[in-house]
T-cell receptor, first 115, second 115 residues
Framework: ETGVTQTPRHLVMGMTNKKSLKCEQH?????MYWYKQSAKKPLELMFV???????ENNSVPSRFSPECPNSSHLFLHLHTLQPEDSALYLC??????????????FGEGSRLTVL | QQPVQSPQAVILREGEDAVINCSSS?????VHWYRQKHGEAPVFLMI?????EQKGHEKISASFNEKKQQSSLYLTASQLSYSGTYFC????????????????FGQGTILTVHP
């Protein structure tokens, strides 16, 4: 138990569906992150939020839309995805700031399969 | 820019030592090390900040040579529990000498420890 909870743990969706991934952290951190982990590829940073403000969008396609309503919750809205978007999506939080990341606490991930 | 890790895989017997290297072509503000076991979230091991420090965590330690933009993770007297994939993450030096708050991971090194 890392203090970062992701739901759902597994998601199967068609290319025309709209779904959302949810992340909640109970650590009092002010920074939250989305990472994508594909087979045989490194962890890819997608988005960074500091104090609810998006501070990093790592050239992510617009079919992925993040939302951070408060410092404890982070969503990743998914629409018209492609099969190559199938991956493990990891959420993380840290006490970092805009100047440095700090120790990341990862959730267990949401395994996404796009058919 | 993604750091480069070597080797890609290591196989050890219990009690043996291993070294995992991480290098970047960019000036680094910090190097992070994480371990991920199969089916689990990555877990933080340590952060090294520019200044060439060496840190230790039980029988796992690391060094950071900021002049060479290189870090090495040392695992001594390996245990079965050390098995997993080790990732280094790097933050580049940004304006003002701090980082951009963007942690980029290497491709990972798979460590397998046999009895």
């Amino acid at each position: 138990e890392t203090g970062v909870t992701q739901t759902p743990r597994h998601l199967v969706m068609g290319m025309t569906n709209k779904k959302s991934l949810k992340c909640e952290q109970h650590l009092g951190h002010n920074a939250m992150y989305w990472y994508k982990q594909s087979a045989k590829k490194p962890l890819e940073l997608m988005f960074v939020y500091n104090f609810k403000e998006q501070t990093e969008n790592n050239s992510v396609p617009s079919r992925f839309s993040p939302e951070c309503p408060n410092s404890s919750h982070l969503f990743l809205h998914l629409h018209t995805l492609q099969p190559e978007d199938s991956a493990l999506y990891l959420c993380a939080s840290s006490q970092g700031n805009r100047a440095n990341t700090g120790e990341l606490f990862f959730g267990e991930g949401s395994r996404l399969t796009v058919l | 820019q993604q750091p480069v890790q070597s080797p890609q895989a290591v196989i050890l017997r219990e009690g043996e030592d291993a070294v995992i290297n991480c290098s970047s072509s960019k000036a680094l503000y910090s190097v992070h090390w994480y371990r991920q076991k199969h089916g689990e979230a990555p877990v933080f091991l340590m952060i090294l900040l520019k200044g060439g420090e060496q840190k230790g965590h039980e029988k796992i330690s690391a060094s950071f040579n900021e002049k060479k933009q290189q870090s090495s993770l040392y695992l001594t007297a390996s245990q079965l529990s050390y098995s997993g994939t080790y990732f280094c993450g790097t933050e580049e030096v940004g304006a003002g000498g701090t980082s951009y708050g963007k942690l980029t991971f290497g491709q990972g090194t798979i460590l397998t420890v046999h009895p």
